[in-house]
């Protein structure tokens, strides 16, 4: 970290105001940073530059240098002479340098865009009302910005394919296309997979898959995010609502230790899409296309909606009562899990300490990509590390809990979200035990549990997980939860005050960092606000040396 | 303090003792009324002019070829003050005729009870499907009965003709295709 406070940077002139810039930094992230802007629609920061949209088109100049003797020309004013180039360059093939004079709005740049947006729209179809991108198109928004606001074509609009399945989850509308090429190198570069290219040429350049392929891979819907226009769409999300209509909240997606973070889009309480939001520390701009399915967990069939008591439906305060009774003053195991938020792993190590229960934990692997799919398949384990839920890396499964039950050392269980019969507890062990279930979807083992306490998934509630890099990182309530459902931080307080006899208070996210930045040094000064959108990396010490099953992917580096 | 200021009442005229003048201007008055058109209607067994940009109750149209306007982009869904309308979009099957229009409301509901007549949905519909039409008088048993489902709005709106024909050309120059290929 050291490196970047050393960071050279390079004075710019950006419309007549000097600023100062990271060596090597783009001039369009440049002017970006400094709350300007390029436009732009083929160049994106984290793939490579073609400069093919000609939208960025700037006027550049350096100062001159007087050729024989390398000194600098001065004006009469004693300032020195910018050798503006005769023609306009494009801002994102441009690396920014020492003394760089950049014009982002002189008349010749606007006429520039102006002539650039009016080439783009001649072939576009006026698809704006029937076009899912309508309200987030770049194309749109240069056309009122940038464009005259009205065509002077009038001849026939080109005709090219509409409504092509280029995959399972993206659809391709050709005649939308600006060959902007995005998709084309994030394929190529990002994914691995290199299944889309343009064919034909001039006005007749088409955008499509190379014979016999598709674009099936599992990050094909990224391109369907920086597509610029309507060209390339969600089939999941087509049609179903306008993005004006939709809130963002920021999320972390579950699917893996990865912990790429994302934007839950949702309206009324009802989540329609799951996108990725850019951390240059953890995911870049992307996501996987299987992360972005899992908000449809909120609103599945077995979704668990009611307290229960030996399968009859029942109150939350009989439900706790029934899961009192089960947990005081038996031999009780505890079953956590790596999907619980770091502070309901803290409040359940409380429940811990107080009953004295064994722990156990399942650690759910599968196969890496190398990219933003670790072999980590929960988003918190190094969470339950941190707050001494365990103390070592938990097996795979939970064969540890069934011999112990077989065994007869446990009378009654505590499950966090795990499903037993899955991970190696046979059924006749579950049939023998108390078991209380808190979880969000229904399973075998909540069939088979006296308790079932319902609780909310990730969209719901709000809370933080730590990732592969032990980065912290904090997740907001989307949409509201189940009518009549306790967040899980209320849920596990409540069981915990219980126990011993005291009074349940209603904890939230920020009471519980209270407590845990006291409880462990690493949490130390930071608050759940204090996490911040791009989240906090954490010094876990000699935790980190831990025989973690990640392999190496986008961001993480094993030692 | 406020001054006073006393008026002197003059006495009234021997035309205005009689009183006859003002009962021969009343009566005046009552004859040309009488003479003049009736302009009470008989109403509801009546009904009035309705003139050609009248706003009455928000209704969906289909064009000369029967095809239902509206594509479902729920900008009128977006613009209504009193938010009435509430749009479920829909794709338009693969083998329809009308295939390459792709998307039509699903669900089109207006809530009467909420609608304030503004027209503003029929100003920023792109498609020119949503109009404020003749009828001005609507009532119900029950709220939901003031709902205007889509069914009932395609009733009440029936067919406009269609200047544009942005569909019919763009299904046009699909069958033609590529002049290249």
Redesign the interface.
Same mark, same amino acid.
């Given at each position: 970290m050291s490196e970047t406070k050393q960071l050279e940077t390079v004075t710019v002139n950006v419309d007549g105001v000097e600023h100062a810039f990271p060596k090597g930094m783009n001039l369009v992230d440049a002017v970006a940073s400094i709350g300007s802007e390029i436009p732009h629609y083929c160049y994106h920061p984290k793939l490579s530059v073609v400069g093919n949209c000609r939208m960025c088109l700037i006027e550049m100049g350096m100062p001159m240098r007087d050729r024989a003797t390398g000194e600098a020309l001065l004006d009469a004013d004693g300032k020195p002479k910018i050798g503006w180039m005769p023609k306009p360059a494009i801002g994102c093939a441009t690396t920014v340098a020492p003394g760089m004079h950049v014009k982002t709005n002189s008349p010749l740049v606007r006429d520039c865009r102006n002539g650039v947006m009016e080439f783009l729209l001649i072939n576009h =179809?006026?698809d704006? =009302?029937?076009c899912d991108q @309508?309200g987030e198109c770049r194309l749109q928004e240069f056309a009122t910005d940038y464009g005259r606001g009205y065509s002077r074509y009038t001849e @026939? +609009?080109?005709? +090219?394919p509409? !409504?092509t399945r280029i995959g399972p989850r993206v659809m391709l509308d050709d005649e939308r296309c600006i060959l902007c090429s995005r998709c084309i190198r994030f394929s190529k570069e990002i994914a691995n997979d290199d299944v889309l290219g343009f064919i034909?040429r001039g006005s007749?350049s088409t955008l499509t898959c190379f014979p016999g392929k598709q674009l099936e891979n599992n990050y094909s819907l990224n391109t369907v995010d920086i597509c610029p226009v309507g060209a390339l769409t969600s089939t999941d999300f !087509? #049609? +179903?609502? !306008?993005v004006? #209509?939709l809130k963002q909240v920021d999320s972390i997606c579950t699917e893996s230790s990865v912990g790429a973070n994302t934007e839950v889009w949702s309206r009324e309480g009802k989540i329609y899409r799951v996108t990725p939001r850019r951390n240059d520390e953890v995911n870049d701009t992307w996501m996987t296309d299987s992360g972005r399915a899992l908000y449809q967990l909120a609103e599945a069939e077995n979704r668990l909606l009611r307290y229960a008591v030996d399968g009859q439906p029942s109150s939350f305060e009989a439900a706790i009562a029934a899961s009192l009774d089960a947990l005081k003053g038996r031999r009780l195991g505890i079953v956590a899990s790596a999907h619980a938020s770091l502070e309901e792993q803290f409040l359940l190590k409380r429940i811990v300490e107080v009953t004295r229960a064994r722990v156990f934990m399942a650690y759910h692997q599968g196969e890496g990509d190398g990219i933003l799919l670790s072999e980590d398949r929960s988003p918190n384990l190094r969470g339950a590390l941190l707050t001494g839920l365990i103390d070592s890396l938990p097996a795979v499964d939970l064969s540890a809990l069934d011999q112990a039950l077989t065994a007869g050392e446990l009378d009654s269980l505590l499950v966090i979200h795990e499903d037993l019969s899955a991970l190696g507890v046979s059924a006749d062990n579950l049939a023998k035990t108390k078991v209380v279930f808190a979880g969000t979807h229904s399973n075998a083992t909540s069939e088979a549990a006296q308790v079932v306490l319902p609780t909310l998934t990730v969209f719901e509630r709000a809370g933080s997980f730590v990732n592969q890099n032990f980065r912290a990182q904090r997740f907001k309530s989307a949409v509201p939860g189940p009518q009549g459902i306790a967040s899980d931080l209320t849920l596990l307080e409540t069981l915990a005050a219980l126990v011993v006899g005291e009074t349940p208070t209603h904890p939230d996210v920020n009471t519980v960092w209270q407590s845990l930045s006291v409880a462990n040094p690493v949490f130390a000064g930071l608050d759940y606000n204090g996490l911040g959108s791009m989240g906090v990396a954490l010094e876990p010490g000699p935790l980190a040396e831990l025989p973690f099953v990640e392999t190496r992917n986008l961001k993480y580096n094993p030692r | 303090m406020a001054k006073t200021k006393v008026l002197e009442r003059k006495p009234l005229s021997l035309a205005e003792r009689t009183y006859l003048p003002q009962i021969v201007t009343g009566l005046k008055t009552t004859l040309v009324n009488m003479l003049r058109p009736s302009v009470t209607l008989q109403y509801p067994e009546e009904r009035p002019v309705i003139p050609e940009n009248y706003r009455g109750v928000p209704t969906l149209v289909k064009d000369p070829n029967g095809r239902e306007k509206c594509v479902s982009c729920q900008l009128c869904e977006f613009v209504c003050p009193p938010k009435a309308i509430r749009i479920t979009p829909g794709e338009i099957a693969d083998d329809a005729d009308t295939a390459h229009v792709e998307k039509a409301p699903k669900e089109f509901d207006i809530n009467m009870l909420r609608c304030i007549y503004c027209g503003l949905c029929e100003e920023v519909c792109p498609e020119e499907a949503i109009f404020l039409q003749d009828v001005f008088s609507v009532s119900g048993y029950s709220r939901e009965e003031m709902i205007n489902n889509k069914q009932k709005l395609y009733e009440l709106g029936g067919t406009l003709p269609d200047r544009h024909r942005k569909w019919d050309k763009k299904k046009a120059a699909e069958l033609q295709g590529a002049a290249h290929h």
């Open positions: =179809p006026l704006c =009302p029937i @309508a @026939a +609009k080109n005709v +090219k509409k !409504r034909d007749y !087509r #049609f +179903k609502m !306008r004006w #209509f | -």
